[in-house]
T-cell receptor, first 112, second 112 residues
């Protein structure tokens, strides 16, 4: 399976703290994406980082990519209760087959 | 606002009774995807259309079929639902394959 692994599976932190989630994948990629999913809802795209990029920022989000280690991390700074959700990484393989492979997800809980 | 719409949001069917889930998009995207997501798991790709070209995943059961009559609409047909098919079904679109995907809110299917 090409499915990525996310670590940790679940994370609980106090509001205001930073949250870091990690994603590892198995094959060479064109890009890696992070999505958020609130309970019972669809996924929402957060950020896309291409294989030739090492770091990307969007608001309170910071994503890093290390293609040599086949890993990525998502950092959420100054967490808020509204950040409580599941977070998935997804990769597009460099064989260009039009689809994403999703990781197993990290369930993040922010404690007010 | 441009969006991905799924109807119905909740669907109850009986064991073995055919059911159709629908998805529409106003984004004019080329690619449409259907995912199955079970509780606390990653979305699992069932199939996708690149324009009119249908792409089935190797492990998608024959019980699942799809139709895309035009750019805007895509349907998921489950010919004989089993108890194991109870899940959230997510539709997503992307302008090009492998790029950012835009998800609908999902249809939660319950099989009695």
């Amino acid at each position: 399976s090409q499915q990525g692994e996310e670590d940790p599976q679940a994370l609980s932190i106090q509001e205001g703290e930073n949250a870091t989630m990690n994603c590892s994948y198995k094959t060479s990629i064109n890009n890696l994406q992070w999505y958020r999913q609130n309970s019972g809802r669809g996924l929402v795209h957060l950020i896309l980082i291409r294989s030739n990029e090492r770091e990307k920022h969007s608001g309170r989000l910071r994503v890093t990519l290390d293609t040599s280690k086949k890993s990525s991390s998502l950092l959420i700074t100054a967490s808020r209760a509204a950040d409580t959700a599941s977070y998935f990484c997804a990769t597009e393989g460099d064989f260009g087959n039009e689809k994403l492979t999703f990781g197993t997800g990290t369930r993040l809980t922010i404690i007010p | 606002d441009a969006m991905v719409i799924q109807n119905p949001r909740y669907q109850v069917t009986q064991f073995g009774k055919p059911v159709t889930l629908s998805c529409s998009q106003t984004l004019n995207h080329n690619v449409m995807y259907w995912y199955q997501q079970k509780s606390s798991q990653a979305p699992k790709l069932l199939f996708h259309y690149y324009d009119k070209d249908f792409n089935n995943e190797a492990d998608t059961p024959d019980n699942f079929q799809s139709r895309r009559p035009n750019t805007s609409f895509c349907f998921l047909d489950i010919r004989s639902p089993g108890l194991g098919d109870a899940a959230m079904y997510l539709c997503a679109t992307s302008r090009w394959g492998g790029e950012t995907q835009y998800f609908g809110p999902g249809t939660r299917l319950l099989v009695l």
